[in-house]
C-alpha cells in the first residue's frame, strides 16, 4: 500500500502564488503514475495534473500554462507549483498514486482557497 500525505495549500489573493507537497510512503516501487486532483463545492473530483515514473505530464486545459507538476523519485515526492491562480481554482487539492495494478491511493487533501 502505498501513503499520501499533502501540504501547502492556503489562502491567497487571484494571481498569487502557491505549492502543494505530496509525500509518499509504502509500496513505492510500484507507482507508476501521480497526480494532483481537485474537487470543488458541488463538483465532481477532476483531474489536474499528472505525471508518470518517466516524466510525461499531462495537464488540464484550465491549468496549463499556470501550474507545473514536478516529481522527485529519489525523495519520493510530487509537487504542484501553481501561479497565477483564479478564484476557479478554489478547491480541496488531492494527491494521488496509480500503481502497475491501476491500484489507485488517496491523501487527505488540502484546502486552496483564492480570494478575487
Known amino acids: 500500500q502505498v501513503q499520501l500525505v499533502e501540504s501547502g495549500g492556503g489562502l491567497v489573493q487571484a494571481g498569487g502564488s502557491l505549492r502543494l507537497s505530496c509525500a509518499a510512503s509504502?509500496?513505492?516501487?510500484?507507482?507508476?503514475?501521480m497526480g494532483w486532483y481537485r474537487q470543488a463545492p458541488g463538483k465532481q473530483r477532476e483531474l489536474v495534473a499528472a505525471?508518470?515514473?518517466?516524466?510525461?505530464?499531462s495537464y488540464a486545459g484550465s491549468v496549463k500554462g499556470r501550474f507545473t507538476i514536478s516529481r522527485d523519485n529519489a525523495k519520493n515526492t510530487l509537487s504542484l507549483q501553481m501561479n497565477s491562480l483564479k478564484p476557479e481554482d478554489t478547491a480541496v487539492y488531492y494527491c494521488?498514486?496509480?500503481?502497475?495494478?491501476?491500484?489507485?491511493?488517496w491523501g487527505q487533501g488540502t484546502q486552496v482557497t483564492v480570494s478575487s
Open positions: 505525471i508518470t515514473r518517466g516524466g510525461s505530464t
Open positions: 494521488n498514486a496509480q500503481d502497475y495494478d491501476n491500484t489507485n491511493a
Open positions: 509504502g509500496s513505492i516501487g510500484r507507482i507508476y503514475r
